[in-house]
């Protein structure tokens, strides 16, 4: 795969799935260590929405975990629609699939989670934290890092003012 150039992960994983016990050998593993490999299984590389499904749809996804997390602090934490899709692009871009979410997650909400046990009172108190497409940035360049608002109903103000639809399956209450 690496002579011939593939570096889709789709056509990389579809290569996979047919992988046998002898390409193993050719590839030169020693035949003692591939008889203690009783099945060879390849898994699919994830897509997009499959990763956006990842952060949002499961119980404990990881979007939940975070908001939870920060809910115990009193903070609202809001994901917008494009976000989740960036951060989507740039886990298939480092080739780190599911796993890699969270690290990328870590790093945008990092700043904040610093921030918010810090007990201020009034306009100074951390309100909300806004995870937006410019706080992630791009696939090739790294963003702000998540947004704090602080101030009572700082986070409606917020969607208000950016016109930002309040999407049921990013944003639970």
């Not at 699919?44 to 920060?70: C, G, H, I, W």
């Not at 497409?133 to 986070?155: F, H, N, Q, T, Y």
């Amino acid at each position: 795969m690496r002579s011939s150039g593939v570096t889709s992960p789709t056509v990389t994983s579809s290569l996979l799935e047919s992988v046998e016990s002898g390409d193993l050998a050719k590839f030169g593993l020693i035949p003692e260590f591939i008889g203690r490999l009783p099945i060879l299984v390849s898994l699919a590389a994830l897509d997009e929405d499959q990763l956006v499904q990842v952060l949002t749809e499961p119980k404990n996804s990881l979007s939940r975990q975070y908001r939870k997390m920060f809910s115990l602090n009193n903070v609202k934490l809001h994901f917008t629609d494009g976000a989740l899709r960036i951060v989507a692009k740039k886990a298939i871009v480092k080739n780190t699939g599911a796993r890699g979410l969270r690290a990328l997650l870590e790093t945008i909400l990092l700043e904040a989670m610093y921030e918010i046990p810090d007990e201020k009172a009034g306009n100074e108190r951390v309100d909300a934290v806004v995870v937006d497409e410019e706080a992630i940035g791009s696939v090739d360049r790294p963003g702000c890092g998540a947004k704090i608002l602080r101030g009572d109903g700082a986070l409606a103000q917020y969607i208000i003012r950016n016109n930002i639809p309040n999407s049921p399956e990013t944003n639970e209450a």
